[in-house]
């Protein structure tokens, strides 16, 4: 049996808490769409979108390219920053991988490296 996805709301909320445990609530924004089918994370540095509309996707871009010839923990540092993937992370944990398997039906390259992070259960980053 397929595990049933959580609406909009639901996503939303769970980000919410997860980002509040590593940045202050100004340093964000959430929305949800008007069909309350896709959720939208966004900081000044990147944007999470997560769409449950038919099959679910999700993908991060970001304000700053990263260098990819870097290995996969300085590539995520670099671009996101240890709160960010603490957060990014919690939340992922707090709804059964939802964020990781949504990333990993991306084409974007990014957000694959994102997704397998997550799914490698590597340990998290620490503050710089």
């Given amino acids: 049996m397929t595990p049933q996805v959580p609406d909009a709301s639901a996503i939303a909320d769970t980000l919410r808490e997860a980002m509040l445990g590593q940045f ?29 509309s038919e099959q679910l996707t999700a993908w991060i871009a970001l304000d700053d390219e990263p260098d990819y010839h870097l290995d996969v923990r300085t590539v995520l540092d670099q671009s996101l920053g240890a709160s960010s ?37 590597a340990e998290r980053p620490t503050e710089r």
Avoid: C, K, Y
Avoid at 41 to 52: A, H, I
Avoid at 91 to 119: C, G, H, K, P, Y
């Fill in 85 to 121: 993937t603490n957060a990014i992370s919690d939340a992922n944990e707090r709804l059964e991988r939802l964020i990781s398997d949504a990333l990993i039906q991306s084409n974007d390259r990014f957000s694959r490296i994102v997704a397998d992070f997550l799914t490698d259960g």
């Fill in 24 to 52: 202050d609530a100004e340093d964000f924004d959430i929305e949800i769409d008007q069909n309350e089918t896709s959720v939208t994370l966004s900081t000044d540095d990147w944007t999470l979108f997560l769409d449950r």
